[in-house]
């Protein structure tokens, strides 16, 4: 297995394992009419920004997992003057390809992104299945949201 970096060519991968993840975590769900092609829109023109980066768990050509980060602005702090916060999302694996480890793999791929993208902290919402993932690599709840902090000079 691999974990690689999503190019502009993986914008179809990007958009179908989100849109896996959401008929996961909603099921039964129906999407609105349009609604894959706005997401399309959003992911390439966030990539394209460079507000979105995602990184893809790949064996052979087999996609099994991906996650994606969207890196926001944000106003300087008195305590950490970095002005970026990442957003995670699509926190996806595959299910066959579950309990191997590659979800652990691809977040901490993304966590160690922090100090090359100038972020001082990571949020996201998380599953039920994922909040153990969480608070075992540092994040801490507040409400339904959860965050990790990211000390000055990286993870």
Same mark, same amino acid.
């Given at each position: 297995?691999?974990?690689?970096?999503?190019?502009? !060519?993986?914008?179809?991968?990007?958009?179908?394992?989100?849109?896996?993840?959401?008929?996961?975590?909603?099921?039964?769900?129906?999407?609105?009419?349009?609604?894959?092609?706005?997401?399309?829109?959003?992911?390439?023109?966030?990539?394209?920004?460079?507000?979105?980066? !995602?990184?893809?768990?790949?064996?052979?050509?087999?996609?099994?997992?991906?996650? !994606?980060?969207?890196?926001?602005?944000?106003?300087?702090?008195?305590?950490?003057?970095?002005?970026?916060?990442?957003?995670?999302?699509?926190?996806?694996?595959?299910?066959?390809?579950?309990?191997?480890?590659?979800?652990?793999?691809?977040?901490?791929?993304?966590?160690?992104?922090?100090?090359?993208?100038?972020?001082?902290?990571?949020?996201?919402?998380?599953?039920?299945?994922?909040?153990?993932?969480?608070? !075992?690599?540092?994040?801490?709840?507040?409400?339904?949201?959860?965050?990790?902090?990211?000390?000055?000079?990286?993870?």
């Amino acid at each position: 297995m691999e974990i690689r970096t999503a190019s502009e !060519s993986d914008l179809e991968l990007v958009l179908r394992l989100r849109l896996d993840f959401l008929s996961e975590l909603r099921a039964p769900v129906q999407f609105p009419e349009g609604f894959p092609a706005v997401t399309r829109t959003f992911l390439e023109r966030t990539q394209r920004d460079g507000h979105l980066y !995602s990184w893809i768990a790949q064996e052979g050509r087999e996609a099994l997992g991906i996650v !994606s980060v969207i890196v926001n602005d944000a106003p300087p702090l008195p305590e950490d003057v970095r002005c970026r916060e990442g957003y995670i999302i699509n926190e996806y694996v595959v299910p066959a390809a579950r309990k191997k480890g590659i979800g652990r793999t691809l977040l901490r791929t993304a966590l160690a992104s922090a100090e090359a993208l100038g972020i001082r902290r990571f949020r996201l919402i998380a599953t039920e299945a994922g909040r153990p993932l969480y608070a !075992s690599e540092g994040f801490t709840a507040a409400d339904r949201t959860m965050e990790l902090p990211v000390p000055a000079g990286g993870t």
